[in-house]
């Protein structure tokens, strides 16, 4: 007999709903579809969407700050680059005035010592000459002097 009374509960509720029953359970699904929405929106969907969303700034922040830097380190290198330039240039004529002025005291340094050398040549020219000189007016007066004597003695014979 039980089986019987399972059969007929089966056939019966077969029978009175399919599928497809729209009685009042499909307006109640219907609203607890949407508090299901409405919960999970304002629990999950809005909390993932806003940590989301401050993700995105936080990487677009991120992003135009380092490009802010990477601007900032070109242009500064770019400066480096101009004032290390600027430094061997300056350096560089330091170094060309330095050796002009070198060569320059060089030059003068060598012009006063051959003055000097051609002062002395002509002092020592002229000492050889008055010495010459000297030597040659002693040698005509021995030469004199020797004549004389040749002469008183050969008068004296």
Request: cysteine-free; glycine content about 4%.
């Amino acid at each position: 007999m039980t089986e019987w009374t399972i059969l007929l509960a089966v056939e019966e509720t077969a029978k009175s709903g399919g599928l497809f029953d729209i009685d009042a359970t499909l307006p109640l699904m219907a609203v607890q579809f949407l508090i299901l929405t409405a919960v999970l929106n304002a629990i999950f969907y809005k909390p993932l969407g806003q940590a989301i969303d401050g993700r995105n700034d936080y990487v677009r922040k991120n992003l135009t700050e380092a490009r802010e830097r990477l601007a900032k380190a070109e242009r500064l290198a770019q400066q480096y680059e101009e004032e290390l330039a600027q430094a061997r240039k300056q350096a560089q004529s330091a170094i060309a005035s330095a050796q002009e002025d070198a060569r320059k005291i060089a030059q003068d340094k060598l012009a006063q010592a051959q003055a000097e050398a051609g002062a002395k040549r002509e002092q020592a020219a002229k000492e050889i000459e008055q010495q010459k000189q000297e030597t040659l007016s002693s040698l005509e007066q021995q030469v004199d002097d020797l004549s004389r004597q040749i002469l008183d003695k050969l008068l004296q014979v």
